[in-house]
């Protein structure tokens, strides 16, 4: 009996194909296609934190499609990430990611928004550059969805509402599966200067995560303000901060619900300087944000990233970040602080063709057991892209 070809192997093969060949002419107008290749090679010296080093082979192609027309605007596109070992090969996977945005502009004043994603992974990657979590590489599949309408009230405010939509699910029992929805609602007011502009923010997020051994509720209320500030065209900051409140419930099979409820500070702030050859940026946040652990924990982080270009094709870039996450201790004590640096060098071969060499270090220190991991990783990259206009 002939065997069937996997679905992920399908579609992988797919987007591979596609990432290497020109689209068919169309008669639409104002559309831009993108597809993309990356070829990565890393060796890693402790892969997924197993105590263990490799040499690792990242294959991704992507494609983008835009089209834009008088008063509506459609972004689409998906990639695949595939990931190969020299000798840890039962660490081998493929990840896989469909996003779509659209807007539509229904008078002057109104403008309806839609972002959809759908995502195939196996949460190490995303988890780490999330939140510094240091986790499994579990299978999972999130759908996301967030329909918003914008409304500009005058020539000065303008007032948003989004609500967002996601739902996680694992393939195995090693993470509980969670369920995400709420609203944001974000003002704006700008002053006379036309530099300065005063901002509000609120938001409500109920969490459903599915437990093995129970059920986790939490509800999560956040009232922000700041201001928005650029003063030349070379500096500009933004500023969120508040207050925010967390009501959670835990419940056990055959044993006794576990309650808790707090206040916390929140915040959001960012300010990038830039100048004709660098930039940089830096920002700091302090959030509820959902978990792999069966209930959303408090995530606050750090990060600076800077940029210099010594010539129109040879750049320099540096990031650095530094997480904290801990949770209320329902369901699992969990506190860790992440730190990370990541210094990049990147030379723009043709219009279309990128080289890029990096290292990254990354170091996980358990605060309650005291036990710390590291990573250190130096990868050599090439991206080809090749934007068609149509």
């Known amino acids: 009996m002939k ?24 008669r639409a107008e104002q559309t831009v296609f993108i597809p993309k290749i990356m070829v990565q090679t890393t ?29 509506w605007e459609l972004t689409g596109g998906g990639k695949a990430v595939l990931f190969r070992y020299e000798d840890l090969t039962e660490y081998d996977r493929e990840n896989y990611d469909i996003w779509f945005k659209g807007s539509k502009e ?28 240091q986790s499994t590489t579990s299978l999972r599949r999130r759908y996301s969805m967030s329909p918003g309408i914008s409304w500009n009230v005058s020539e000065k405010d303008r007032l948003s509402i989004t609500i967002p939509l996601s739902a996680t699910r694992y393939a195995g029992k090693t993470n509980p599966d ?10 704006s007011h700008g002053l006379n200067n036309q530099r300065t502009a005063l901002l509000a923010q609120g938001s409500y997020n109920h969490y459903d995560y599915d437990r093995t051994n129970g059920d986790t ?10 201001f928005s500030y650029r003063p030349t065209e070379l500096l500009e ?10 009501n959670s419930i835990a419940t056990v099979d055959g044993g006794t619900d576990k309650t808790a409820s707090d206040i916390y500070p929140s915040f959001d702030i960012s300010g990038t300087y830039a100048r004709e050859k660098w930039k940089f940026t830096l920002g700091a946040d302090r959030m509820i944000s959902p978990s792999i652990y069966g209930e959303s924990t408090t995530r606050a982080r750090v990060r600076a990233s800077s940029e210099y270009a010594f010539t129109e094709r040879l750049t320099a870039s540096f990031e650095g970040a530094f997480y904290t996450l801990e949770t209320e201790g329902l369901v699992a004590e969990t506190e860790k602080q992440t730190f990370s640096l ?36 130096i990868a050599l990259r090439f ?7 149509f």
Do not use: C
């Open 3 to 26: 065997q069937r070809i996997p679905f992920s192997t399908t579609l992988w093969i797919i987007l591979l194909v596609w990432s290497v060949l020109y689209p068919a002419p169309t």
């Open 43 to 71: 060796y890693d010296d402790n892969v997924l934190f197993k105590d263990t080093g490799d040499l690792e082979l990242r294959l991704t192609p992507s494609m983008k499609l835009k089209y834009r027309a008088e008063d």
């Open 106 to 133: 229904l008078n002057e004043r109104f403008q309806l928004k839609l972002d959809a994603s759908y995502d195939y992974n196996h949460t190490f990657v995303e988890e780490l550059a999330q939140s510094g979590t």
């Open 178 to 187: 969670s369920t995400e929805r709420g609203s944001l609602v974000t003002w």
């Open 217 to 226: 509720r939490q509800d999560v209320y956040n009232l922000m303000g700041g």
């Open 237 to 246: 900051f933004v500023g969120y901060g508040g207050l925010g409140y967390a």
């Open 342 to 377: 990541r210094p990049t060098i990147q030379y723009k071969w043709t219009k279309d063709a990128v080289i890029r060499l990096e290292y990254k270090h990354t170091s996980i220190e358990n605060r309650i057991s005291h036990n710390t991991d590291q990573q250190n990783r």
């Open 383 to 389: 991206e080809y892209s090749y934007p068609t206009f």
